[in-house]
């Protein structure tokens, strides 16, 4: 009996497969909030005076919470020490609420013409509920990160990987490319109303989770029959932990490897579409179908790409190869005279290569060299320092 339950589970594709879609659901729905706003940078400053500078402001706020507040770190140990279903629950709540105050914000009438903090009432409100967002969704990233270890382990761990980051690009695909069709849905142009959509995909993601959570459930419970063992308290994270992760090199190399990639091409994809319109002289309407390319090769590819990494192994000559076409096509990206949309959409079809390539190596890298019982910490730490990179680079460009 105890083998049929086992079998049922870890052990049974359909299982491990089906408890990977409904978390990486959540993920999309994930995504699709984070860069719904990126196509509607000029709608902003039309429908809601928003300049150029507040809209890298907002942008930025992704990582004041993670970053300055540590939040992402915590967020880890709190993985390590309480397990994937509690956090992923909050991690999932947060994002509900991050979302909402974001709307909000963006659809008040009530906070025209008042300032905090120096800052437009309304970009300070907006920017405070996507920062809320970060944290849930960068702790969900790590949580599910976790989750697809504890049931991939020892099989098809880097497919996994790349199928559950394929399943997020297509939330950012939705949005790069639906973002501007929804504000004008009704003829009448309203930029809240992509984040209302953005809202309740979120809270149909949460559903999702819980679901996760008795599958979770069912999981731990066969495999204590299964395995029945005594706990051990050397298994028990520890906050010395953190510093034998900080001690691991190989752990460094991945890290700024990962900040440097993600800072190249996260804050690229909020300014892409205004990039086709100015520079390319692509129409507005369609201008977010050509960076919607970007995610829809990492759908395809990624998996692809951690298939051979399960199967061949090379995972530094993969990441080697997806930073070099990095560096090659932001380089053409800006040359002044290649103003042709056919080229521009040649480089993000190379870009979307290259941004496949990388993370489908990057992250099942992680578990080989630290153990499960570090694991959400060594994430949650390269998440916080890929955070310093996304909230930089956009403020800057702002």
């Known amino acids: 009996m105890s083998e049929a339950i086992r079998k049922s589970l870890r052990d049974s594709k359909a299982a491990r497969w089906a408890a990977l879609f409904i ?7 994930g995504y699709f909030l984070t860069d719904i706003m990126a196509p509607l940078a000029g709608l902003l400053e039309g429908q809601l ?26 967020g880890g ?4 020490k309480l397990g994937v279903r509690l956090t992923g629950l909050g991690a999932a709540a947060v994002m509900v609420a991050g979302t909402a105050i974001k709307y909000w914000a963006i659809s008040s009438a009530s906070l025209a013409g008042t ?38 382990k020892g099989k ?79 298994d028990d994270f520890k906050l010395s932990d953190i510093g034998k992760i900080l001690g691991n090199k190989g752990w460094w190399y991945i890290a700024i490897l990962c900040v440097l990639f993600y800072s190249a091409v996260f804050p690229f994809l909020k300014y892409a579409t205004d990039l086709m319109v100015n520079k390319f ?36 000559t993969i990441m080697i190869i997806g930073a070099s076409l990095l560096i090659v096509v932001h380089a053409l990206f800006s040359v002044p005279g290649l103003n042709s949309w056919v080229f521009a959409m040649f480089l993000v079809v190379v870009l979307g290569i290259a941004f496949s390539l990388v993370p489908s190596a990057m992250w099942p890298s992680v578990p080989k060299i630290i153990p499960e019982k570090r694991l959400g910490t060594a994430y949650s730490l390269m998440f916080w320092v890929r955070n310093w990179g996304l909230m930089g680079v956009p403020l800057l460009i702002g």
Do not use: H
């Open 77 to 80: 140990i709190i993985l390590d």
């Open 281 to 316: 002289g692509v129409a507005e309407d369609l201008a977010g179908l050509i960076p919607m390319l970007l995610p829809f090769g990492n759908i395809l590819l990624t998996p692809l790409f951690g298939g051979i990494y399960d199967k061949k192994g090379k995972g530094a």
């Open 156 to 234: 098809e761990l880097a497919t996994a990987m790349g199928m559950e980051m394929a399943m997020a690009r297509i939330g950012t695909a939705l949005a790069l490319g639906f973002s501007i069709p929804i504000a004008k849905a009704t003829g009448i142009i309203d930029v809240s109303r992509p984040v209302l959509v953005a809202l309740i995909g979120l809270c149909i993601g949460l559903i999702a989770f819980i679901i996760y959570v008795m599958m979770d459930k069912k999981l731990d419970a066969s495999e204590a029959v299964e395995n029945p063992v005594e706990k051990n308290p050397e």
């Open 115 to 152: 300032t905090l903090f120096g800052l437009d009432a309304q970009v300070f409100w907006a920017s405070m509920g996507f920062a809320i967002f970060a944290v849930g969704v960068e702790v969900a990233g790590i949580t599910v990160s976790k989750i697809i270890v504890k049931w991939f």
């Open 23 to 29: 978390v990486s659901f959540t993920m999309l729905c």
């Open 49 to 74: 005076g928003w300049s150029r500078a507040e809209y890298g402001t907002f942008t930025s706020s992704y990582g004041w919470f993670n970053v300055f507040l540590l939040m992402l770190i915590f």
